[in-house]
């Protein structure tokens, strides 16, 4: 989406492509430092969410997804950058789901976006919830079946309902930051 444009009006487009793939990346990473721990819930309030809507909304639903494959692929690889620092470990935590849920869930927002909801703050916010669904659904699963015997009414109390709000209000955000990002990336790429 916004890569695709970029690639058109740059003279390097290959280069303005990967370092908007990347950025989005690390902004995940960063966004994972800031983390709230509910007491007796072993998954964190993080603003990564907001980061991996924002790069399926603004890179549409390939780059975005792509973005959050580096991002796990860096963790994957050792580097504390998931929530709880564990680098490799994470993936044997109750959190490791929702990390997969952010590839996923990067793609079906910039999926729906790329059909044009993105057209109005509304509809980006649409395509945000989604997304936010599709990691919940990832993420609770793994949580569920992992970590807490198959007990759906746990893995609901623990791994979606403490989050809704929030993350209600980081879709609400990525939909009003998303096209000025989206422009702003345009103009400075062109």
Do not use: C
Not at 92 to 112: E, K, M, N, R, W
Not at 123 to 141: Q, S
Not at 158 to 178: E, S
């Amino acid at each position: 989406m916004l890569s695709t444009y970029i690639q058109a009006r740059s003279s390097n487009p290959a280069r303005v492509r990967v370092a908007t793939i990347i950025g989005f990346a690390a902004l995940t990473a960063l966004t994972a430092r800031i983390t709230l721990y509910l007491p007796g819930n072993p998954v964190p309030i993080t603003l990564q969410v907001m980061a991996v809507l924002l790069a399926g909304l603004v890179l549409g639903a390939k780059d975005g997804a792509l973005s959050q494959i580096i991002y796990i692929t860096t963790i994957t690889l050792g580097l504390p950058f998931d929530a709880n620092g564990l680098g490799t470990a994470a993936w044997a935590s109750p959190t490791a789901g929702y990390l997969i849920g952010f590839v996923a869930g990067a793609f079906v927002a910039g999926y729906l976006a790329g059909q044009g909801l993105h057209r109005s703050r509304m509809l980006r916010f649409a395509a945000g919830m989604a997304g936010v669904a599709t990691i919940y659904f990832i993420g609770a699963l793994w949580l569920t079946y992992g970590f807490l015997g198959g007990d759906w009414s746990k893995g609901w109390t623990l791994g979606i309902a403490p989050f809704i709000a929030i993350d209600i209000v980081k879709a609400i955000i990525a939909a009003m930051l998303a096209e000025g990002l989206r422009i702003g990336l345009i103009r400075s790429g062109g």
